[in-house]
Nanobody
Framework: QVQLVESGGGLVQPGGSLRLSCAAP????????MGWYRQAPGKQRELVAL???????NYADSVKGRFTISRTNAKSTVHLQMNSLKSEDTAVYYC???????????WGQGTQVTVSS
């Protein structure tokens, strides 16, 4: 079982910022697409952002211009910098990885992000 270790969630006021991090096993990180999904109460899990091993990124329209995904290769870690947070960003955020060769997917345990005054 691939273990993805997330950190950085919490409570923030509207307009504030948070940075999520996810550490992956080195061999997984080196080959796979990494990303973040989120699930709000009563809603389906949705894509937030993806980044390939080549650094190509893809964002949900709702977070474009506010969120930035990046990779720190030396630490096998993917980050999600979230700025100008809104109440509708409140959700459990899940780290995600997918192999471009096998299609195998793995998920982190999730970290809560709450945007509220």
């Amino acid at each position: 079982q691939v273990q993805l270790v997330e950190s950085g969630g919490g409570l923030v006021q509207p307009g504030g910022s948070l940075r999520l991090s996810c550490a992956a096993p080195e061999i997984i990180f080196a080959e796979n697409t990494m990303g973040w999904y989120r699930q709000a109460p009563g809603k389906q899990r949705e894509l937030v952002a993806l980044i390939t091993r080549a650094g190509i990124t893809n964002y949900a329209d709702s977070v474009k211009g506010r969120f930035t995904i990046s990779r720190t290769n030396a630490k096998s870690t993917v980050h999600l910098q979230m700025n100008s947070l809104k109440s509708e960003d409140t959700a459990v955020y899940y780290c995600y990885t997918r192999s471009p060769y096998t299609g195998n997917e793995h998920w982190g345990q999730g970290t809560q992000v709450t945007v509220s005054s």
